[in-house]
C-alpha cells in the first residue's frame, strides 16, 4: 500500500491568498483526520471524518478553514484567506475506525508557509 | 478536556545509557498510542497499548501502560544515535477515534 498521500508537500503563498491541501487516505480506511503541528502549540487535530462525514470540527481554528471529504479517497482542507500565523506543518491521517487498536497512519504533511 | 503531558520535553544522554520517558493523562481513555517523529519527516506509530499493565518491547524501547495511575513509560535500554527523534505519547476520547497528544521529549543521543 502507498500509505497516506498528501500534496503539495509544500506550499509557500503571500497572506489573503486560497490555499486548498489534499489528502489521499490508505484504501479501506474509513476514518480521516487533519492535524496542524507548530513548535507553540504542538500537534492539534482540526477536524474528523468517518464514512466520508464530518464528525468533530471543534478543532477548526476559525471560519477561514474549511474541509470537505466527497469521496473515501480524497479530502481536502482549505484556508481562505491565509494569514502568516497559518504557517505550520499540515498531516493528515486515516485509520480503519474499529478494532482494538485502531492506529492513525499519517502523511507526509504539506509545510505552509504564508507570507 | 483530555489532557496529555509528557516530560522530560527534551532529554540529552551518552550513547549505552538508560532513560525514561513519562506520559501522564488527564481521564480515561481506552487506548494510548506512542509515534516517533524524526526531524522533517511524518510521525511513525511504535506501540499501542489497550490495557492495564500492558507492556510492549521494539528492539532497545519498551512501552508500559498503567491505567490507573494513567501513566504510560517509554524505556530506552543502552541508546544509540539512531534513536535520536522526538517521541509522542497520545491517547484516544471515550470513543476512541480521536487522539491527544502530548507535547513529545526531543531525544538526542550523543555518541
Known amino acids: 500500500d502507498a500509505g497516506v498521500i498528501q500534496s503539495p508537500r509544500h506550499e509557500v503563498t503571500e497572506m489573503g491568498q486560497e490555499v486548498t491541501l489534499r489528502c489521499k487516505p490508505i484504501?479501506?480506511?474509513?476514518?480521516l483526520f487533519w492535524y496542524r503541528q507548530t513548535m507553540m502549540r504542538g500537534l492539534e487535530l482540526l477536524i474528523y471524518?468517518?464514512?466520508?462525514?464530518?464528525?468533530?470540527d471543534s478543532g477548526m481554528p476559525e471560519d477561514r478553514f474549511s474541509a470537505k471529504m466527497p469521496n473515501a479517497s480524497f479530502s481536502t482542507l482549505k484556508i481562505q484567506p491565509s494569514e502568516p500565523r497559518d504557517s505550520a506543518v499540515y498531516f493528515c491521517?486515516?485509520?480503519?475506525?474499529?478494532?482494538?487498536?485502531?492506529?492513525?497512519?499519517f502523511g507526509p504533511g504539506t509545510r505552509l508557509t504564508v507570507l | 478536556e483530555l489532557k496529555v503531558e509528557q516530560n522530560p520535553l527534551f532529554l540529552s544522554m551518552q550513547e549505552g545509557k538508560n532513560y525514561t520517558i513519562y506520559c501522564n493523562y488527564s481521564?480515561?481513555?481506552?487506548?494510548l498510542y506512542w509515534y516517533r517523529q524524526d526531524p522533517g519527516k511524518s510521525l511513525e506509530s511504535l506501540f499501542v497499548?489497550?490495557?492495564?499493565?500492558a507492556v510492549k518491547q521494539e528492539g532497545r524501547l519498551m512501552a508500559s501502560l498503567d491505567t490507573k495511575a494513567r501513566l504510560s513509560t517509554l524505556h530506552i535500554t543502552a541508546a544509540v544515535h539512531d534513536l535520536s527523534a522526538t517521541y509522542f505519547c497520545?491517547?484516544?476520547?471515550?470513543?476512541?477515534?480521536?487522539?491527544?497528544f502530548g507535547g513529545g521529549t526531543r531525544l538526542m543521543v550523543k555518541p
Open positions: 491521517a486515516s485509520s480503519t475506525g474499529t478494532g482494538a487498536y485502531n492506529e492513525q497512519f
Open positions: 484504501s479501506g480506511h474509513n476514518s
Open positions: 471524518f468517518n464514512n466520508n462525514v464530518p464528525i468533530d
Open positions: 481521564t480515561t481513555s481506552d487506548r
Open positions: 497499548l489497550l490495557s492495564n499493565g
Open positions: 497520545a491517547v484516544t476520547n471515550n470513543a476512541g477515534n480521536m487522539l491527544t
